[in-house]
């Protein structure tokens, strides 16, 4: 399932290390259950298949705190970009407010093409 999520395009390979990895701990848990069987013995737990669900718990933790890190990180340059537009298009309505009054003709034509004044201090090509 991870493979065919990273075909197309739906999953990122960075997270997809994660979860392979995550998917190989329980897989190699389930055929050698004699490993489970030492850390239970590590941990002090009586019922090693318990130790997988801690495991899960705690994976499934540590996920959810990386993706909220990276959640508010995007939210915070989704915040700066936004202001970032908005001041370019107020400098561009300054711009095109300076044209206006030096300059009556309009800068584009109706096809959205520049008109033949030329922009101050800008060359044509």
Not at 1 to 5: E, K, S, V, Y
């Given at each position: ?5 990273i ?7 960075e997270?997809?290390l994660?979860?392979l990895a ?24 009586k ?15 540590v ?7 990276m ?13 970032t537009?908005?001041?370019l ?13 030096d300059d ?6 109706e ?9 101050p201090?800008?060359?044509?090509t």
């Open positions: 399932m991870t493979f065919q999520l075909r197309k395009h739906k999953l990122r390979e997270y997809a994660v979860w995550a998917s190989l701990a329980i897989f190699l848990f389930s055929l050698f259950d004699r490993i489970l069987a030492v850390l239970a013995g590590l941990f002090a737990v019922y090693a298949p318990t130790l997988v669900l801690v495991f899960g718990i705690l994976f499934c933790v996920l959810l705190l990386a993706q909220t890190v959640l508010s990180v995007q939210a915070n340059r989704i915040r700066d970009l936004a202001q537009i908005g001041i298009e107020w400098r561009l309505r300054q711009m095109e407010d300076q044209l206006v009054s009556p003709s309009p800068l584009f034509t096809n959205g093409k520049l008109s033949a004044t030329e922009i201090g800008k060359t044509r």
